[in-house]
């Protein structure tokens, strides 16, 4: 119904209140990145851009933090922050152009948060508003808050708990040097046990990553970062911090990943090169418009060990559904990024794209994984969430919502479905007693 | 009224159904080592002890996490991880004794803490029931989880959200090797600035704990580390890791000390030695009782460049309140704990040295830090709780509360504080507009 740009928290308040008034629901919106509708208009509704709230209030160097308003952009930050030796960590693929608010409602990933963490550890506060037009600040520069962690809940609240209006952000001191190594497998097997040992070595990489032959195929000749098109699948691990550190680590997870089955390991041994090597995961999505109208990424996560299981398992759904899927995988965490790929044009494919992407999620949560890994709920894993949790659940979900914002006008019909949504799409399970642990024996 | 000891969740929700039907408030408790009173029985309610509830259910050391039972003691984890070169990496002092249960619920810190986080972020996911019986699962072995963020909501939630009956901890590599340094300082002012130093190099040490002159003469005739009495200060520096990571970082460290103005450095060569230069700053608060009848540990945290200001501060509050102080602080989070001795024999001394807490715990916040470090709310800081969240705050605390616990019969009467409370106490601040950041620029 209509768009409004506050520039300072007066202006929000007052849009608050005429909304309140009216009963009209807002749908907070920073770059519109999202990849789960979470930022989608609502017919009837009102969209609070954080276009103009895009300052960056103060940095404190020797303190290491930065106060920023939401809509600040989250490369802007480590810019800002790069004449002292400073970033911020939480790097997702669309930094370029996504927001701190954003970033913050999603609890937003990236390749280096393997190490450096998601969002969430990486926001000291935030000043917001709810819908009532209370003014909270939450957080701040002590490590622990007493009370309830009303901050934990705020990150990752996909726009259904208040109005973001300034956010805290730890700075952390930028790498001395950093190396990537890309490592080529013969056997998907191989490179999961891979990615198992070098985590249970006790190795946090600062980045480790995973590509499937299809992606790599996909990307090779348009970025030609030199990745072997003929292995089952390609692992880049990157090591950073001063260069004793890194000439150790790197050893170790060289050793790591021959002892796997590495077929061929290849070192960056200059800050050209690592970016060079990097540059093909960095177009994995975008290099599939090269074979492909149209594609589907689908998030999901899963414990590291069924990697290759469910690869294999996508394998298979390839040939049922009849649609290629390119997968690239935060193998670190086991987060991983099937790109569905189909044409909109032909007939039920967008569809069945869908479908295939629904079962992937449901295998997802069968091997003990989860339903998304970074790229939120929103509206598109709504259904998902009536797979992932019970009622009890989604009920105390509600029930802390409606804490904040009783009117149930801030972003509604996303994140949260409603029971009577999952009694509907029938895949309500009774989780009583069931445990998210598979191999556990229970009481 | 009564105690119960259950041995398992078909126990437990029986205990809570008798307790729904009679409206008899419950009292969680783990071993009753918490210091803020969160476990004090409530007349007329029932206690529910995890004495029984005692077992670790299971240890994947490749997959690196533990399923224990809440009554589990936090060294029984790392005894049991030990054989695999693996630890539970928060270390409260009273880690002999306390329970996993209790650490969840205060969100437990250490000296380790500081490289390693406090609990919530070794905690990788809980099994509670509510007080409705409902079972909820929260978290997993993935790093994120959709929907709202309830576990970190119930981590530090003070047995107000849940009863316990699983906690998955994080199991961490043993680190190869651990060298300490003992500094010592002529000036308050030098080991505040080293402290700060440390942090800004960004190096984070295993531990740094600052030491002020009382409690060092306090403590070194007993366990005879090795301590400078005629320091104005000490600190203890703590680095662990790989052989050349600790050779790097010993060799930094000390170079920031010796710039900082330490006047002495002991480093530990041997792992005998080591625990030897650790013993005094462990034995510190029972040392207490050589000289003093009783004390008062308060735990406040304030911005680590506010140390020296803050421990001259007390020292006028000793002579104003004719109490003496001893002073240990976690001073790499800014997380102190002056020991306010007294002989509760003496009328009015409890009183006085409440009294000096309570201002000692103001001045934390006036200076941009918070009421609590790592021993939580409970029944001792509610009246601080008015001081330092605004009326809106609080009811969001409390509508988040009623989410889980709409009866209010889990654990009364602790953590949060009622507005009733608030106002008699007469120190409710209108804080709509007010920064908890304070040097900083508002709208």
Chains 1, 2 share one sequence.
Not at 40 to 60: E, F, H, W, Y
Request: proline content about 5%; some cysteine.
């Amino acid at each position: 119904m209509v768009v409004a740009l506050p520039e300072n928290e007066a202006q929000i308040l007052a849009i608050l209140a005429v909304c309140r008034q009216f009963q009209v629901p807002i749908v907070p919106r920073g770059a519109g990145t999202g990849l789960s509708g979470g930022a989608t208009p609502i017919a009837g509704g009102l969209v609070l851009s954080t276009a103009r709230l895009n300052k960056i209030i103060r940095l404190d160097a020797y303190a290491r933090y930065a106060v920023v308003q939401p809509g600040v952009r989250n490369l802007a930050v480590s810019d800002a922050a790069a004449q002292y030796g400073l970033f911020y960590a939480p790097d997702p693929s669309s930094q370029l152009a996504c927001t701190i608010g954003g970033n913050v409602a999603e609890n937003s990933g990236g390749v280096h948060c393997l190490k450096y963490g998601l969002t969430h550890p990486n926001v000291l506060g935030v000043r917001l508003i709810t819908m009532e037009g209370e003014i909270l600040e939450l957080g701040g520069t002590a490590p622990d808050a007493p009370g309830l962690d009303l901050l934990s809940l705020v990150i990752g609240s996909e726009g259904l708990l208040g109005i973001l209006t300034e956010v805290t952000l730890k700075l952390l001191p930028m790498a001395q040097t950093a190396q990537v190594i890309v490592a080529s497998f013969e056997r998907i097997e191989d490179a999961g046990r891979a990615v198992e040992n070098i985590i249970a070595h006790g190795i946090i990489p600062a980045g480790l990553e995973m590509m499937d032959q299809t992606s790599v195929r996909m990307v090779e000749p348009f970025a030609r970062a030199g990745y072997d098109t003929e292995a089952a699948a390609i692992l880049l691990c990157e090591s950073d911090g001063n260069a004793n550190e890194v000439i150790d680590e790197v050893a170790r997870v060289s050793q790591i990943l021959t002892q796997a089955g590495a077929r061929h390991l290849r070192i960056s041994y200059s800050e050209e090169e690592r970016q060079k090597l990097w540059s093909g995961r960095k177009n994995a999505f975008p290099a599939a418009g090269r074979i492909s109208p149209d594609y589907y990424c689908v998030d999901g996560t899963i414990p590291r060990k069924h990697l290759a299981k469910m690869l294999t398992a996508i394998e298979a759904m390839s040939v049922r559904y009849g649609l290629a899927c390119a997968n690239v995988f935060h193998a670190g965490d086991g987060n991983l990024h099937p790109l569905i790929l189909f044409d909109a044009n032909q007939a039920n494919a967008f569809d069945t794209a869908e479908k295939m992407g629904a079962e992937i999620l449901a295998l997802c949560v069968e091997l003990g994984g989860t339903i998304t890994g970074e790229h939120g709920v929103g509206i598109e894993k709504l259904n998902s969430m009536c797979v992932q949790f019970s009622a009890e659940e989604l009920s105390v979900f509600e029930g802390v919502k409606c804490a904040f914002d009783p009117a149930r006008l801030l972003n509604p019909e996303k994140a949260i479905p409603t029971l009577h949504r999952c009694a509907e799409y029938g895949r309500m399970h009774v989780t009583r007693g069931k445990s998210r642990f598979p191999e556990l024996p229970r009481f």
